[in-house]
């Protein structure tokens, strides 16, 4: 089985930035997409940030310019680099792993962005 992992939420001021990482762990092989959702309080989940095993990036609009995703395969790592953050950011920020039509999601981690 499949375990994800991350971690570097926590609290920034808004113009600030973080970088969340996801390890995965168990049977990593052949996996068609990694990456990133976010949920705030009483919205939906929505798609933030996916990279494919080749390489191939795609990003939400709203964050297209500030975040940069990012995957080592060799770790089994994928990172969101986070910067010029706002406070409309501010949501629990889960890691996804998508292989043969199933996804897995880690536990989540916090990102509030205030003053």
């Known amino acids: 089985q499949v375990q994800l992992v991350e971690s570097g939420g926590g609290l920034v001021q808004p113009g600030g930035s973080l970088r969340l990482s996801c390890v995965a762990s168990?049977?990593?092989f052949g996996w068609n997409a990694r990456g990133w959702y976010r949920q705030a309080p009483g919205k939906e989940r929505e798609a933030v940030a996916t990279v494919t095993y080749s390489g191939s990036t795609n990003y939400a609009d709203s964050v297209k310019g500030r975040f940069t995703i990012s995957r080592d395969n060799a770790k089994n790592m994928v990172y969101l680099q986070m910067n010029s953050l706002k406070p409309e950011d501010t949501a629990v920020y889960y890691c996804?792993?998508?292989?043969?039509?199933?996804?897995?999601w880690g536990q989540g981690t916090q990102v509030t962005v205030s003053s």
């Open positions: 996804y792993y998508r292989r043969l039509g199933t996804t897995i």
């Open positions: 168990g049977s990593i």
